[in-house]
């Protein structure tokens, strides 16, 4: 008999392994998340916006105007000096922790002060000391207000929310100027006071149910105190490398330094010396501010909208640049309706360069790092850019309004083009 043949057994065909679905951000526009916080963070802006009205209106009862200006100036010192670190305590506690007890602290510190404003008739000096104390909390609650955005939507939704956060400051700005009047004519000093004690803490119940995620593990070798955790200096440390680490990020922050230190001064103290200087009087010098106010809340509108752009770092420093020439012409238009033509330009170039400018920081960043990134890219635009005031109103004393513009407008454009000289800069894109 002749063998057979053993029959192979059947191999079994292979199943591929499944392809995982890609995931589909939920648009943040949609998001009831993304929604809570932009609700918190409108009603605490204008209650900022309240309170420094209150505190400018406090500070001219009291004193001469020179004096309330270095009382309405005097929380940008603490903010210099301290933000560094603040952007520290954002990335080691997680900012949505730090801006809810930062936002207790300031609601306690406006109404105390409102307080005070009831029992006596505090002095410049009081007024300083409360400006001053503000200013501190500031310096915690800045950086962890810009770090919360990259944590609370994905990486592809930052331009959105960025534009989201323009839209709730330019409500702000329209909303806190007449809320702080009417506080001020039902109330006097202390009712606009408690009234921003009142935005500021009306926005904590709602910024404490926004959910935030998870930072990567941070595997960097830093020197660790006596508990374990990296030293403070040695966490502001290592953020400062891996900033100069990262072409993108080293750019972007010297970028917004140049462009904050050329705008701040010109689109605050400087338009309101232009105005005198011109006879536009304070009707004018509102229409102006409306113009810019319609510009960038028409760029905040867009991105949220839209929610990218492409070639993001290649229009961030178009924007600035072309901003930098109206900021020029704004001391050179002859009449009002011109000048909030080009102050409508310079808000909607400003408004679009700043959005994305923020979006690239926190896409480039790192959600471990997104707190001392934030704390060292606004560190110029909040605290060292309002310590310029004096020059500039000094200069424009001197010289008139037309060189000091040109002067401002110049470092501004000094930014953009140092953008588009960056090749990583240039090609920057945010996730889709």
């Known amino acids: 008999m002749t063998p057979t043949r053993p029959v ?112 006596t008739s505090p002095g410049l000096w009081t007024l ?13 609650f800045l950086p962890a207000a810009g770090a919360l955005p990259a944590r609370i939507t994905g990486r592809g939704q930052l331009a959105r929310v960025q534009g989201m956060r323009g839209l709730a400051v330019r409500l702000a700005n329209v909303l806190g100027g007449p809320l702080g009047g009417l506080g001020i004519a039902l109330g006097g000093t202390a009712g606009a006071f408690g009234l921003a004690a ?15 995620g998870q930072p990567p593990p941070d595997d960097t070798r830093t020197r660790h105190d006596t508990k374990g955790r990296p030293s403070a200096l040695a966490e502001l440390r290592d953020g400062l490398r891996h900033i100069r680490r990262d072409p993108v990020l080293r750019v972007l922050v010297v970028f917004a330094a140049l462009s904050d230190l050329g705008f701040v001064g010109p689109m605050n103290l400087g338009l309101t010396l232009l105005a005198a200087q011109r006879g536009w009087g304070s009707a004018g010098m509102g229409l102006v501010l409306a113009g810019f106010g319609v510009g960038a809340g028409a760029a905040s509108l867009l991105l949220a909208w839209r929610g990218r752009v492409p070639y993001a770092g290649r229009v961030t420093a178009v924007a600035t640049l072309a901003g930098a020439v109206a900021i020029d012409a704004l001391a050179r238009v002859p009449s009002v309706a011109a000048a909030a033509c080009v102050a409508l330009l310079i808000g909607l170039l400003a408004g679009l360069a700043g959005a994305l400018t923020g979006a690239l920081l926190q896409a480039r960043a790192g959600s471990a790092y997104v707190g ?61």
């Open 198 to 212: 009142l935005l500021i803490g009306v926005s904590l119940p709602v910024l404490a149910t926004v959910r935030t």
């Open 128 to 140: 300083g000391c409360v400006a001053v104390l503000f200013g501190i909390v500031d310096a915690v």
């Open 372 to 432: 001392r990134v934030t704390s060292v890219s606004t560190l110029v635009g909040f605290g060292v850019a309002p310590l310029t005031f004096p020059a500039v109103g000094w200069a424009v004393a001197a010289w008139g309004a037309g060189p000091v513009f040109t002067v401002c407008a110049a470092v501004s454009a000094l930014g953009g083009v140092l953008a588009l000289c960056s090749r990583a800069l240039r090609h920057a894109e945010l996730p889709g």
């Open 8 to 119: 192979p057994a059947p191999v079994p065909a292979r199943i591929p392994a499944p392809t995982p679905a890609p995931v589909v951000e939920r648009p943040a526009h949609r998001d009831p998340n993304v929604l809570r916080w932009l609700g918190g963070y409108t009603s605490s802006a204008i209650g900022d916006n309240v309170y420094y009205l209150a505190l400018s209106w406090a500070a001219v009862q009291a004193g001469t105007p020179a004096q309330a200006g270095f009382v309405t100036a005097a929380s940008a010192v603490p903010r210099a000096l301290l933000m560094l670190g603040g952007g520290v305590v954002a990335d080691r506690y997680g900012p949505r922790r730090v801006v809810v007890s930062s936002t207790a602290v300031r609601c306690l510190l406006v109404l105390t002060a409102a307080v005070l404003l009831l029992a």
